[in-house]
């Protein structure tokens, strides 16, 4: 099973904690197949003074949707996430989306695959985009590169270096 993982951030030093992340996600996953290049974004959603830095990862893996939940939040919470103080978005250290599972349409009280805004945030759609442009989503019937010359966010969104 391929699964797309979003990783982002925007408190602390984010890339070296997503760098951490990464390293815990290989433990159990395996090397990705393909990582994208870091983007660095306006807040999308609420204000916040630091930008974030988001990466999008292809892992395979013979772990179930809900294991692979199990695991991203784990490694968030060992990267420094803390519980939400509010019922909106907030800056934070790490945060990991599980944004497709191969085709799969997941609706489960923990776990919406593909990830529900995704189509929404051009900080989702270009890291996946410069690599997986053709990808199909599942529910739209569209591919990366079309959600995001359909994508109505104009937040700034910049490649901040390659992978």
């Not at 990582?35 to 990466?55: C, H, M, R, T, V």
């Not at 893996?61 to 803390?82: A, F, I, M, N, S």
């Not at 529900?116 to 569209?142: D, S």
Request: aromatic fraction near 8%.
């Amino acid at each position: 099973m391929r699964c797309w993982i979003l990783l982002g951030g925007n408190m602390g030093e984010v890339k070296h904690t997503m760098l951490r992340a990464v390293d815990m996600l290989v433990e159990i996953l395996g090397n990705p197949l393909v990582q994208s290049g870091y983007y660095q974004s306006e807040p999308w959603g609420f204000d916040a003074k630091q930008l974030f830095i988001n990466q999008v990862l292809e892992f395979e893996t013979r772990l179930l949707p809900l294991e692979v939940l199990d695991l991203t939040q784990k490694v968030e919470r060992q990267c420094g996430r803390l519980a939400k103080t509010n019922s909106g978005y907030e800056s934070r250290y790490l945060d990991i989306d599980l944004l497709f599972v191969d085709a799969l349409v997941i609706a489960h009280p923990r776990l919406e695959v593909p990830h529900p805004r995704l189509h929404l945030r051009r900080f989702t759609l270009l890291p996946l985009a410069e690599k997986w442009p053709e990808l199909i989503h599942p529910l739209l019937n569209l591919s990366v590169a079309e959600l995001l010359k359909q994508c109505s966010d104009d937040s700034q969104v910049s490649l901040l270096s390659e992978h």
